[in-house]
């Protein structure tokens, strides 16, 4: 299996433009998870889907902030208007036992300037 | 409650030495204890993980100690090399809860 797939790997873009970062789970996974990663608060969980339903987005910051899954191989995560506080390194998991035994793809890297 | 505190922040061995990380928690109900090794570039990668109903688990080189008692658990890396170079991170979590991280520990092993 090729693992969890992200796209873009880097991306710059400006501030005020819209952001679109995508992922394809692991074939038979049936949980994805979307992080943020940054050096001041480390991993955080921005949201979860089930079966291709959003189960858990409490850890999304702000309504800029949008994902969807609309089937079982892909997953995108949106930001729009981008703000340069959203500079980090977002991560895609998948996992076929819940929240264990997670695997993350390579991240996306975003520079919002 | 919710939180899992790690330390050291940074850790440098020679080669062949124990490095040894070690984690916090306050909330009892955890039940899952996994690590993740991250290098450069690359996303979190499962490592080893224990459940609390045994104190030691290892896996080649790599051991975790865990003391219920404390709330506390702990990675060893056994003759430690070079290629261990990467970023730690220890979780916890209870039963379809999300996984709490640590803040991370950068092992540097040098030859």
């Known amino acids: 299996d090729a693992g969890v797939i992200q796209s873009p790997r880097h991306e710059v873009t400006e501030m005020g433009q819209e952001v679109t970062l995508r992922c394809k789970p692991i074939s038979g996974h049936d949980y994805l998870f979307w992080y943020r990663q940054t050096m001041m608060r480390g991993l955080e969980l921005l949201i979860y889907f089930n079966n291709n339903v959003p189960i858990d987005d409490s850890g999304m910051p702000e309504d800029r902030f949008s994902a969807k899954m609309p089937n079982a191989s892909f997953s995108t995560l949106k930001i729009q208007p981008s703000e340069p506080r959203d500079s980090a390194v977002y991560f895609c998991a998948s996992s076929s036992r819940g929240y264990n035994e997670q695997f993350f793809g390579p991240g996306t890297r975003l520079t919002v300037l | 409650q919710q939180q899992v505190k790690q330390s050291p922040q940074s850790l440098i061995v020679q080669k062949g030495g124990i490095p040894i990380i070690n984690c916090a928690y306050e909330n009892t109900a955890f039940d899952y204890f996994p690590w993740y090794q991250q290098f450069p570039g690359k996303g979190p990668a499962l490592l080893i993980a224990?459940?609390?109903?045994?104190s030691e688990k290892k896996e080649g080189r790599f051991t975790i100690s865990f003391n219920k008692s404390a709330k506390q658990f702990s990675l060893h890396i056994m003759d430690s090399q070079p290629g261990d170079s990467a970023t730690y991170f220890c979780?916890?979590?209870?039963?379809?809860?999300?996984?709490?991280f640590g803040k991370g520990t950068t092992l540097s092993v040098s030859s």
């Open positions: 979780a916890a979590n209870q039963a379809g809860t999300a996984l709490i």
């Open positions: 224990i459940r609390p109903d045994v």
